[in-house]
């Protein structure tokens, strides 16, 4: 099966920057993606990484290490509203198919202080 | 347009009762999605569909769950016997089938099971 492991809790104040760390281990890697939730809200999505490397997206990046089974967020310039929970998912191949179930972690909760 | 939409939000049932989630995908996604969630938890993987057809039904824990999507749009979550353990936010989600293919999530139906 999967293993998603991902910090419980992470605390920073606004402005700062914040990374996040995501380690997983999966039989059939099709991509990683993180999703940002609200609390009592539904997961919306952030970014997606299926090659080594950095994606830049405003104030948010994500970095994929696949030989590492390794992915970090990265959240620049902190605002008071970006304090939720932010979900590691890891897409599997599914059954002979190129869709797939995504496979989560916990989520990693972010408090953003004044 | 118009995101994945659940009815109904909130179902509070008894133990033993037999319980049917409804869910909307955006017009014109052929994938469909069903997780559960619970607190503090990441969502965790039911059953996918592409078109009518189950994909990959093997994160539904008993058959107790089904899941059926008879014209390839709304699918319908149906628990039987309920127990105080189903009790869970959950989620549906949807996707093209095409690109990064992203899920896109509805608000969820919170699940109590008394």
């Known amino acids: 099966g999967q293993n998603i492991d991902q910090p419980t809790e992470m605390t920073a104040t606004e402005g700062a920057i914040v990374q996040i760390n995501c380690t997983y281990q999966?039989?059939?890697?099709?991509?990683l993606f993180w999703y940002q939730q609200h609390a009592g809200e539904a997961p919306t999505f952030l970014s997606y990484?299926?090659?080594?490397g950095l994606e830049e997206k405003g104030r948010f990046s994500s970095f994929l290490s696949r030989s590492k089974g390794y992915s970090y967020l990265l959240l620049k310039e902190l605002q008071m509203k970006d304090s939720a929970s932010y979900l590691c998912?890891?897409?599997?191949?599914?059954?002979?198919?190129?869709?797939?179930?995504?496979?989560f972690g916990r989520g990693t909760q972010l408090t953003v202080w004044p | 347009g118009a995101g994945v939409s659940q009815t109904p939000s909130n179902k509070v049932t008894e133990k033993g009762k037999y319980v049917e989630l409804r869910c909307d995908p955006i017009?014109?996604?052929?994938?469909l999605y069903w997780y559960r969630q619970s607190l503090g938890q990441g969502p965790e993987f039911l059953i996918y569909?592409?078109?009518?057809?189950?994909?990959?039904d093997s994160g539904l824990p008993n058959d107790r769950f089904f899941a059926v999507r008879p014209e390839g749009s709304v699918s319908t979550l149906k628990i039987q016997r309920t127990e105080r353990g189903d009790s869970a936010v959950y989620l549906c989600?949807?996707?093209?089938?095409?690109?990064?293919?992203?899920?896109?999530f509805g608000p969820g139906t919170r699940l109590t099971v008394l």
């Open positions: 569909f592409q078109g009518t057809g189950a994909a990959d």
């Open positions: 999966t039989s059939g890697f099709n991509g």
């Open positions: 990484n299926v090659l080594d």
């Open positions: 998912a890891v897409r599997d191949h599914g059954r002979g198919s190129t869709l797939g179930r995504l496979y």
């Open positions: 989600a949807s996707s093209s089938g095409a690109g990064v293919d992203e899920q896109f």
């Open positions: 017009s014109g996604h052929t994938a």
